[in-house]
């Protein structure tokens, strides 16, 4: 059984989900999550002060054990998120290159969509091949805020 803990963030709650090891998952606000039963922990106490820190604009990349299931592919392109570097976009073609699947354009999308670890593995930061924004599971305007407050553009949300 996994254990969670809700991170009220600017952008609404977010439930954070763990082992005794590892951060598993993080869905974004009115998104379901796995099963879990409330309880504290060192994961889920870190993964909450590291969102905190970077929902004030002090953290760029995220130190944090994860642990999250999925077909080999799923996972190189969860992988592959992490690297793309804080305030920078890509296109999904861009991601598919890294991952040395060039074709899997799609497959790339469908990874991205599944993604279990919102904000953490930032799939936020993966954009249309014309630079438009494209699926989020948190909707597009959640997604443009993320890549404002990245890019510097002020606050994330008025407060």
């Known amino acids: 059984m996994l254990i969670t803990t809700t991170y009220r963030s600017p952008v609404g ?9 590892a951060l598993v998952a993080l869905s974004l606000p009115d998104r379901p999550g796995p099963p879990g039963a409330a309880r504290r922990s060192k994961i889920l106490a870190q993964a909450a002060e590291q969102l905190a820190e970077y929902f004030a604009g002090e953290r760029r990349v995220f130190d944090l054990p994860l642990a999250y299931d999925g077909t080999p592919f799923q996972q190189s392109v969860w992988r592959a998120l992490a690297d ?3 305030g920078v976009t890509c296109s999904y073609g861009e991601l ?6 060039p074709a899997a354009v799609r497959a790339v999308g469908a990874a991205n969509g599944a993604n279990p670890l919102a904000i953490i593995l930032p799939c ?5 091949a014309n630079g438009t924004l494209t699926g989020y599971g948190g909707g597009l305007d959640l997604k443009r805020r993320l890549l404002a407050h990245e890019q ?3 606050p994330l949300f008025a407060r």
Do not use: C
Not at 13 to 21: G, I, M
Not at 124 to 128: D, E, F, L
């Open 13 to 21: 709650p977010l439930q954070l989900f763990a082992t005794d090891d």
């Open 84 to 86: 793309i570097p804080y």
């Open 96 to 101: 598919a290159k890294v991952i040395g699947r």
């Open 124 to 128: 936020h930061r993966v954009i249309g």
């Open 152 to 154: 510097g553009a002020g």
